[in-house]
Structure formats: structure tokens, C-alpha cells
């Protein structure tokens, strides 16, 4: 059988007598995109730190295309293929976007004293760089500061700093966070054709419902830490435990 790109095994993290994870078995399979939902606080944040050593877990393990990453540093995993976006928006703002872009790409393919070399000779980096800001057509403000960009082109500039790394998973934490309804389905189609055409596997979580139907091949519901249940996009809106969580709320 395949090996998953992606699987926890009771995964567990406390912050004092906060259990913000318990028992979390997860598995995405090649080609998924996966949704992650849940309301304020479930810990799908945490689920993502944890998965990308930016937390380490008090329980469990986490597996990337098999093999054990649980505890590995940040920068490892990120060389190992996985890379994610922040539910803030965390770039360079006095950067420009293509700067922002050449210091992820230059740190994924990990190339050593970057800091002491003249980074404007290394070509391959460059062309990633090019070809990444062509893709989303953000040529024209390619030398701006991210400052002055939009907030949903900073959205996009973020997953284009996630792709840089030219990673084999990735992890997407509400892209769609803070944006006006046009900006919202404008992003929805770059994630859709990103996931046609460059990365095929995607977690990622997000609040509106309308996206994740859009996107996503099948939900894990994550409540108070563990989850509820999973299933296809169907049985999760007719799923009674998720009516029951989001009493009032639309799903
Ligand atoms: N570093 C931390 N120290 C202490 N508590 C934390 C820390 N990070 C998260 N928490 C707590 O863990 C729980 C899960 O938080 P998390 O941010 O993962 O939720 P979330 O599902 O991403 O919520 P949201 O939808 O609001 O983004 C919350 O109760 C939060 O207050
Ligand atoms: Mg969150």
C-alpha cells in the first residue's frame, strides 16, 4: 500500500492544563486536498505547528512520507517538502516581493552562509523567483515593498513564499483571512489551479464553508483538540456531531 505523505498518530500537545491536541490520528493520502475546520481555538493551528516543528508535541508522532519527523527543526522538515502559510500574514513589509521571495527560496534550497555571498548570482534561485511571480501575474509589483501591496495580494505573496521551496506538501492556514468576497473567490481560483498544476497535496484550513467545498476532496472536523469525525464534503455538512458544534452556524 502507499505510504501517506502526511500521517499523526496520537498526537498530543498541553500548554500548562490546556490539552490543545489529544490523540490526533490524521492521514492525508497522495493527491488529497484536505480541509481542516473547526471553530475558534479547536487547535488547527496548533496541528499545524506541531506538524512543522514549530511546537513540539508532549505525545505521538508525525510521519512525512514515512518517515518520522516528530521534534525535527523547522528548517528540516521545510528541506524535506513541506512547507505552510501563517494565519497572520508573516512576510518582510519593507521587503520587496521579489526579495521576500528570494530569501524562502534561498533558505528551502539550503544553501549555506547565504548571508556571504552575493545572492543576486544565484540564477537558480532567480528563475524560481521569476517564474513564481509570473505565475500570479504580479510582475508590475515585483520591486514594491510588500507594505504597499494589497492584503490579498499579500495572501498570495504568502503561498507563493510557501511554494518557493518547490515543496511536495503543503499546508494552508485561512488564506482566505481578511478578504472581501471578490478577493476570496479570486484566491479560491489560484488555490484551485496551484493544486492542479504544482502541488497536489494541500491541507488547509479555513472558516468559509463556500471554499472549502470549492477545494477540498474531503473535511476533518477538529473540536476542543480532537476530532470529531471526517468524510467527504457531503457527509460532513449532513454529519449530525458537526450540526450539533456549529449549532447556528451554516455548514
Ligand atoms: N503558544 C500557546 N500557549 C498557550 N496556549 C495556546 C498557545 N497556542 C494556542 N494556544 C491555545 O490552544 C488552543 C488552540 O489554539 P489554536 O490557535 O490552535 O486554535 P485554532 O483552531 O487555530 O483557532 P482559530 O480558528 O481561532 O485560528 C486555544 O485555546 C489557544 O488559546
Ligand atoms: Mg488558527
Given at each position: 500500500m502507499d505510504v501517506p505523505v502526511l500521517k499523526t498518530e496520537n498526537l498530543g500537545i498541553n500548554f500548562g492544563g490546556l490539552q490543545a491536541l489529544k490523540g490526533v490520528d490524521f492521514?492525508?493520502?497522495e493527491g488529497e486536498v484536505k480541509a481542516l475546520i473547526g471553530p475558534n481555538g479547536a487547535g488547527k493551528t496548533t496541528f499545524f505547528n506541531v506538524i512543522c516543528g514549530n511546537l513540539k508535541p508532549s505525545a505521538g508522532k508525525v510521519y512525512f512520507k514515512g518517515e518520522d519527523i516528530t521534534g525535527w527543526a523547522p528548517f528540516k522538515i521545510c528541506r524535506l517538502g513541506l512547507s505552510r502559510t501563517f494565519q497572520?500574514?508573516?512576510l518582510f513589509p519593507e521587503l520587496s516581493v521579489f526579495e521576500?521571495?528570494?530569501?524562502?527560496?534561498?533558505?528551502?534550497?539550503?544553501?549555506r552562509n547565504v548571508f556571504f555571498r552575493h545572492a543576486h548570482s544565484d540564477e537558480k534561485v532567480i528563475d524560481?523567483?521569476?517564474r513564481l511571480i509570473e505565475s500570479v501575474g504580479l510582475q508590475d509589483k515585483a520591486r514594491h515593498p510588500v507594505a504597499n501591496l494589497s492584503h490579498g495580494d499579500q495572501r498570495l505573496l504568502e503561498i507563493l513564499v510557501g511554494l518557493s521551496t518547490n515543496p511536495e506538501l503543503l499546508l494552508l492556514d485561512e488564506p482566505t483571512a481578511g478578504l472581501s468576497v471578490k478577493e476570496t473567490k479570486?484566491?479560491?481560483?489560484?488555490?484551485?489551479?496551484l493544486a492542479r498544476t504544482s502541488i497536489r497535496n494541500v491541507i488547509i484550513v479555513e472558516h468559509d464553508m463556500e471554499v472549502v467545498t470549492?477545494?477540498?476532496?474531503r473535511i476533518c472536523v477538529l473540536y476542543y483538540g480532537e476530532i470529531?469525525?471526517?468524510?467527504?464534503?457531503?457527509?460532513?455538512?449532513s454529519h449530525p456531531k458537526v450540526q450539533e458544534v456549529y449549532l447556528g452556524r451554516s455548514v
Amino acid at each position: 500500500m502507499d505510504v501517506p505523505v502526511l500521517k499523526t498518530e496520537n498526537l498530543g500537545i498541553n500548554f500548562g492544563g490546556l490539552q490543545a491536541l489529544k490523540g490526533v490520528d490524521f492521514e492525508l493520502r497522495e493527491g488529497e486536498v484536505k480541509a481542516l475546520i473547526g471553530p475558534n481555538g479547536a487547535g488547527k493551528t496548533t496541528f499545524f505547528n506541531v506538524i512543522c516543528g514549530n511546537l513540539k508535541p508532549s505525545a505521538g508522532k508525525v510521519y512525512f512520507k514515512g518517515e518520522d519527523i516528530t521534534g525535527w527543526a523547522p528548517f528540516k522538515i521545510c528541506r524535506l517538502g513541506l512547507s505552510r502559510t501563517f494565519q497572520k500574514t508573516s512576510l518582510f513589509p519593507e521587503l520587496s516581493v521579489f526579495e521576500n521571495l528570494r530569501l524562502a527560496a534561498q533558505t528551502g534550497y539550503g544553501k549555506r552562509n547565504v548571508f556571504f555571498r552575493h545572492a543576486h548570482s544565484d540564477e537558480k534561485v532567480i528563475d524560481i523567483v521569476e517564474r513564481l511571480i509570473e505565475s500570479v501575474g504580479l510582475q508590475d509589483k515585483a520591486r514594491h515593498p510588500v507594505a504597499n501591496l494589497s492584503h490579498g495580494d499579500q495572501r498570495l505573496l504568502e503561498i507563493l513564499v510557501g511554494l518557493s521551496t518547490n515543496p511536495e506538501l503543503l499546508l494552508l492556514d485561512e488564506p482566505t483571512a481578511g478578504l472581501s468576497v471578490k478577493e476570496t473567490k479570486e484566491m479560491t481560483e489560484r488555490i484551485k489551479e496551484l493544486a492542479r498544476t504544482s502541488i497536489r497535496n494541500v491541507i488547509i484550513v479555513e472558516h468559509d464553508m463556500e471554499v472549502v467545498t470549492e477545494l477540498a476532496t474531503r473535511i476533518c472536523v477538529l473540536y476542543y483538540g480532537e476530532i470529531l469525525c471526517e468524510g467527504t464534503v457531503d457527509e460532513i455538512k449532513s454529519h449530525p456531531k458537526v450540526q450539533e458544534v456549529y449549532l447556528g452556524r451554516s455548514v
